[in-house]
């Protein structure tokens, strides 16, 4: 098992440039979510997934796209990126809530700078 | 809207030494309350979940606690090794296994 891969580990874009970050997890998880970590500050939810083709907007959506066609691979994809944007990316899976909820598996992150 | 913070936001003890991590939240009405470990340049690692009707969970040295009505939940590390240097997490649980983190204690044990 692998768990969850996120590729590349690590990126510069310039300013208007577009990419997609990928992730894929191997553990046949329902749910996928992508967060951020800016420096000093805890992680903050862009968008998640509670299934193949169901994707919903987290806390800090703008400037971010997703799209969910398989159970495994939940890519997402920055358009015209922005210096704003320069943080490290979690993606992260788990089985569906049940009772009190599950645990999160993440990935290693992607470490993004726009300049 | 769920705040979490954690005190303090780094600490350094002596090898052998236990410690206490501490995370609040501001609304109680959560599914769970999580714990991570963060190594530098590296994913989260989950430590401890604890269910809402939970009072505290052990996982070799570790005990984590949660007092939904007091918004409190502390992470309790016996006899520190400098192998458990690492950022350490809390996150507050919502529906959808969402969670809000706080910002993290970063622990450094020295040898």
């Known amino acids: 098992n692998a768990g969850v891969t996120q590729t590349p580990k690590f990126r510069i874009l310039k300013i208007g440039q577009s990419m997609t970050l990928q992730c894929a997890q191997d553990?046949?998880?329902?749910?996928m979510y992508w967060y951020r970590q800016d420096p000093g500050m805890g992680l903050k939810l862009i968008y998640y997934s509670v299934g193949a083709g169901i994707t919903d907007k987290g806390e800090v959506p703008n400037g971010y796209n997703v799209s969910r066609s398989t159970t495994e691979y939940f890519p997402l994809r920055l358009e015209l990126a922005a210096p704003s944007q320069t943080s490290v990316y979690f993606c992260?899976?788990?089985?569906?809530?049940?009772?009190?909820?599950?645990?999160?598996?993440f990935g290693s992150g992607t470490q993004l700078s726009v300049l | 809207k769920q705040e979490v913070t954690q005190i303090p936001a780094a600490l350094s003890v002596p090898e052998g030494e236990n410690l206490v991590l501490n995370c609040s939240f501001t609304d109680s009405a959560i599914y769970n309350l999580q714990w991570f470990r963060q190594d530098p340049g590296k994913g989260l690692t989950s430590l401890l979940l604890i269910q809402s009707s939970q009072r505290e969970q052990t996982s070799g040295r570790l005990n984590a606690s949660l007092d939904k009505s007091s918004g409190r939940s502390t992470l309790y590390i016996a006899a520190s090794q400098p192998g458990d240097s690492a950022t350490y997490l809390c996150?507050?649980?919502?529906?959808?296994?969402?969670?809000?983190f706080g910002a993290g204690t970063i622990l450094r044990v020295k040898s």
């Open positions: 553990m046949n998880h329902n749910y």
């Open positions: 992260a899976s788990s089985y569906p809530h049940r009772g009190s909820g599950e645990k999160l598996f």
């Open positions: 996150a507050a649980g919502e529906y959808g296994n969402k969670l809000v």
